[in-house]
C-alpha cells in the first residue's frame, strides 16, 4: 500500500512537470505574439480610451520584456550574459566620454538578447513553427480587414492620430489626416503601387504593425524562416513561404521583394562554408556605400537608390568621435548603418556582428536561418535606421533564431533521497548504465548551460 501511494505521489509531481513545461509554453507563444501585436493594442486605446504617449510605449515594451523572466531565470546562459555584461559596459563607457546616457542604445541591444534567450531557453523549432503560425494568422486577420474595409479599420485604429500623440509625426497634411493612415500607407500617385497594380489601389496595408515597412520587415523574416527548412519539411516551407509572398503583397514592401529574391538565390546556391559568406555583407555594403557617395551625385527620392544615397551621404559626414560612438550630437535616425556605428560605435559593433556568427549551430536548418537572419541585417541597414531593432518584428526574429539552437532548459520534479522499494514485476536493469550504476538525475534548482 505504502509502495502504490508512494510510486503515485512520483507521478503526480512528473505530470505537474509536464504541466509546467506547456503553461511555459503558451507563456511564450503569448509574449511573441504580443510584441507583434501591442503597437496595434496601443492604437486601439490611443483611438477610444485615452491619448498614448511615448512613455507609455516603452512602459508597455517593458511589461512584454518582465513577462520573459519566468522564462529566463530558470537557466543563466553564461555566454549571452558575459556579451550583454561587455555590451553594457561598453555603452555606459560611451556615456561618460558623450556626457549623457543613451537609453535607447540599451533598449536597442536588449531586445536581441532577450528574446534570442527566450528562444534559447525552450530550444523548440516546433514550437516556434507555431508561434509564427499564430502571428501569421494574426496578422493576416487584420491586413484583410483592413484591405476590404479600410473606412471601418481606420475607425478602429486611428493610425495617424497614433504617431502624431507619441511624437513620430507631425500634423503636417490634410490629407494624411483625413485617411488616418501612417505618411507610407499610400502610395503617392505618381509613384503607384509596385506589385498588383492593376487588381490593388495605392493603399499600402499595415495590419497589426500600423505601418507598411514593419509588415514587409515582419514577412522577410517569415519567408527566411520557412526557406531555411530542409526539403523533407517542405509542407511548412511553402506555407511559410507563401504567407510571406501573401503579406508582402498586402504591404506592397519593395524592400521585402528585393530581400526574399536574395534569400531564395541564397536558399539554392549557399552550402557548407558558403553559408557564412553574408558575415562579409556589411563591410562590402560599407564600402559600396562610401564609394556612391564620393563619387555620385544622386538627388534624395523615396526609392531604393535614394534611400542608398541617403545612407552614403551621412557616411560621409562620419569623424573619428562618431566612427568610435561617442559624439553626442550625432544623429541618424533613417540610416541604418551610420545610426549603428554612432550609437554602439565601431568596437563593439564590430564585436557583436563576430560574436553572432561564433554562435554554434546544431544543424543545417539553424546554420540556413543564421545566415538568411544575416543577409536580412545587412540589407536593412541600407535603407532603414531603427527598423531592426523595433520590438514588433525584432522580438519575433531573435526568438526563432535562439529556438533553431534546440537547445531547450530542462525542468525536473523534486526527487526524494531515498528511491521507493520496487514492486514485484517491475525490473529496472534497463535504466541503469552498463557499468551498473543507475544514472544520477538533473538535479533541482538553476540549470546553467553555455
Known sequence: MAEASSFRARDAMQLQSVQ?????????MLLVVATVCYQALLCLIHTHV??????????????IMLGCLPLLLPRLLPKVVMVAALAGAMLCLLALVRGQLDIKGFRDLLIPIWFYWLGRNLGNPDLADK??????????SFGLFELFALDSYTDVFNIFSYYVGIGNLQPITDYVRESKLQMNGIRPEDMGRT??????????????????????????????????????DRKAMFFFVG??????????????????????????AFRGRALFLPALMPFVILGGLVAMGLFLDIRYSDSYVGRLMSSASSLLEFDSAILLGYDRDAWFPDQGYAYVLSTFGLVLAVALWFAYWLIKMPNDEAN????????YIALILCISGTSLFALKSAGVLWFLLGSALRDPMTISARHKR???????????????????RPERGPMPGKEVSI
Open 195 to 232: 506589385l498588383l497594380p492593376w487588381l490593388l489601389d495605392n493603399h499600402r496595408v499595415s495590419s497589426v504593425f500600423l505601418e507598411p515597412v514593419s509588415l514587409g520587415n515582419f514577412a522577410t523574416i517569415v519567408a527566411a524562416w520557412g526557406l531555411s527548412k530542409n526539403w523533407a
Open 418 to 436: 531515498k528511491s521507493p522499494a520496487r514492486p514485484a514485476g517491475i525490473n529496472v536493469t534497463s535504466i541503469a548504465p552498463a557499468g551498473g
Open 50 to 63: 485615452f491619448g498614448v504617449s511615448r512613455a507609455l510605449v516603452g512602459v508597455t515594451e517593458f511589461a
Open 131 to 140: 508561434t509564427l503560425r499564430v502571428a501569421i494568422l494574426v496578422v493576416a
Open 368 to 375: 540556413r536561418f543564421r545566415c538568411f537572419v544575416g543577409i
Open 243 to 268: 504567407a510571406a509572398a501573401f503579406l508582402i503583397v498586402l504591404a506592397d514592401s519593395r524592400f521585402a521583394l528585393v530581400s526574399v529574391g536574395i534569400l531564395v538565390f541564397a536558399r539554392i
Open 20 to 28: 509546467i513545461t506547456w503553461n511555459q509554453q503558451r507563456l511564450a
